[in-house]
C-alpha cells in the first residue's frame, strides 16, 4: 500500500534569487563636496554681513535688497548640489 504525497510536496516553489548586477555603487565627484559648503556658507556670510553692516559697505548698500537674493541665491545653489551628494 502506498502513502498518497501531501499537496505540498507536489508543488515546490523555486528559491528566489536576485538578477546579478554589474553596476558600480554611484560615487560624488570630489568637489561636489566642498562646493556645497562653500556657497552655504558664502549664503550665509553674505546675508550676515549684510544685516550686520550693509549700510556701511558702500556696494552693498548700493544693491539694496538684492543683497539678500544674493544671499539666498548661495543657499539655492548649496542645496541643488546636496541633492546629488551620494
Not at 562653500?38 to 552693498?60: D, E, N
Request: hydrophobic share 50%.
Amino acid at each position: 500500500m502506498t502513502v498518497p504525497k501531501s499537496r505540498s510536496d507536489r508543488k515546490k516553489k523555486a528559491v528566489y534569487t536576485p538578477p546579478p548586477t554589474a553596476a558600480k555603487p554611484k560615487i560624488s565627484p570630489r568637489w561636489l563636496a566642498p562646493a556645497m559648503v562653500t556657497f552655504g556658507l558664502l549664503g550665509i556670510l553674505w546675508i550676515g554681513v549684510y544685516y550686520i553692516a550693509g549700510g556701511l559697505i558702500p556696494f552693498m548698500r548700493d544693491l539694496g535688497n538684492w543683497n539678500l537674493a544674493i544671499g539666498f541665491s548661495g543657499l539655492v545653489i548649496a542645496m541643488i548640489l546636496s541633492t546629488r551628494w551620494r
